[in-house]
């Protein structure tokens, strides 16, 4: 038999470093499964009915911590419907 607060719940333990957006354990985000449908509900309509233009001269990778592109990534994001050419 449990003692009284005992959990029953396994966590599996993560590697070190290990990226944890929504924490882990009894405290971890109750809200994760909602905020990651509203993300892809998100990006869903962002790709399906926006046009994505990159608008910077800029080329190539600059190599730090994470490669990133070199001045950053400037896009010109218009809706479908609303473009005139
Ligand atoms: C991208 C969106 C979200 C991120 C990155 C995020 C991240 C987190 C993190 C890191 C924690 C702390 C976990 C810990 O202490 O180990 C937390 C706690 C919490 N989050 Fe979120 N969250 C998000 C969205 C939401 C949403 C949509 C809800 C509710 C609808 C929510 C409700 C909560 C609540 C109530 C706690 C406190 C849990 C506790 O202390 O037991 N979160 N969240």
Redesign the pocket.
């Known amino acids: 038999m449990l003692e009284y607060g005992a959990s029953t719940a396994t966590w599996v333990q993560p590697m070190p470093n290990t990226y944890l957006?929504?924490?882990?354990?009894?405290?971890?985000?109750?809200?994760?499964e909602?905020?990651k449908l509203?993300?892809l509900v998100l990006l869903h309509h962002l790709t399906n009915d926006y046009k994505w233009e990159v608008v910077g001269e800029e080329e190539g990778i600059q190599y730090g911590q994470f490669p990133v592109p070199k001045g950053g990534l400037p896009l010109k994001i218009t809706h479908k419907e609303e473009q005139t050419n």
Request: hydrophobic share 30%.
């Open positions: 957006p929504f924490g882990i354990g009894g405290h971890s985000c109750p809200g994760s909602l905020a509203e993300i």
